[in-house]
């Protein structure tokens, strides 16, 4: 495996005293490969709870630090854990269709939203496989409010969720991909070696929109997410339509 798999970035500062103490205490370092994978994967899904940063391209110590993150920052933080421990990883860049994030973004500025929004997930070499890791985005009491708000769906593109398996989403890690914002892609930009090549690339929310979201929206956003931890889920207007992907090809990547 080549070396810009297992390096240190910027963004990805696992040699940082707060990624470092984390490992040690938690002794990952004694555990199997797959394990130490297991155990960084859960604890970015559930000890990161979902919720926004103030912005994509945060090292992965203040992601940390933060105690929250979105598919970005929290991919971010997963690669620092991973490499820390020696497990190649790489990161995939796509976007997603704005409608996903319908009902965490307040609709009075959902229209000022961009219509395609930058996305990530991680891909981890285990035995000379690559195994995509998407399914750390939404902390369980997230998903489990959502499940208990829409019981009789499968399909459902809002709320951070893109999934046609909501009541049964491939989120824990069992040595397989794992996904739960996947129906909402609608660009494909590749692979990267790190968060730091593709962000050198690709960025978002510059100017006056990244000022307000930085300084209102975002706080607006997670207490949004914090009320549907707590079980009130907002309605969305549209109805059920509006809960769907909004094209048949935002369920393939690279479409």
């Known amino acids: 495996m080549s070396r810009p798999h297992l390096a240190e970035t910027p963004l990805l500062d696992f040699r940082s005293k707060p ?23 859960d604890f970015v899904r559930n000890e990161i709870l979902f919720g926004y940063n103030a912005d ?32 190649p990883c790489r990161f995939h860049g796509f976007t997603i269709d704005k409608g996903l994030q319908r009902g965490v973004v307040p ?55 893109g999934t046609d398996r909501l009541q049964a989403p491939p989120v ?3 040595g397989g991909s794992t996904y739960i914002q996947k129906t909402g892609i ?28 930085r300084l209102v929206v975002r706080h607006w956003m997670n207490r949004r997410v914090a009320g549907i931890r707590r079980g009130h889920v907002p309605r969305i207007p549209g109805g059920a339509r509006a809960l769907q992907p909004a094209t048949a090809e935002a369920q393939r990547p690279g479409a």
Request: hydrophobic letters at 45%.
């Open 19 to 41: 990624i470092a103490d984390l490992i040690a205490q938690r002794g990952w370092h004694a555990l199997a490969p797959e394990d130490r994978t297991r155990a960084a994967y």
């Open 172 to 174: 824990a890690w069992t």
């Open 56 to 87: 994509d391209a945060l090292p992965a110590s203040r992601v940390l630090a933060d105690g929250y993150g979105q598919c970005n920052t929290k991919a971010t933080l997963l690669m620092a854990l991973l490499r820390a421990q020696g497990i």
């Open 186 to 213: 609608n660009r494909d930009f590749g692979v990267f070696d790190s968060p730091d090549a593709f962000y050198a690339e690709h960025r978002q929310l510059s100017g006056w929109r990244g000022w307000i979201y």
């Open 107 to 161: 609709e009075l500025v959902y229209p000022l939203a961009p219509r395609d929004i930058l996305h990530s997930w991680v891909e981890v070499d285990l035995g000379g496989r690559w195994i995509d890791l998407e399914g750390f985005i939404l902390d369980d009491e997230v998903l489990d409010a959502l499940q208990a708000a829409f019981p009789g769906r499968d399909s459902l593109c809002a709320y951070g969720a």
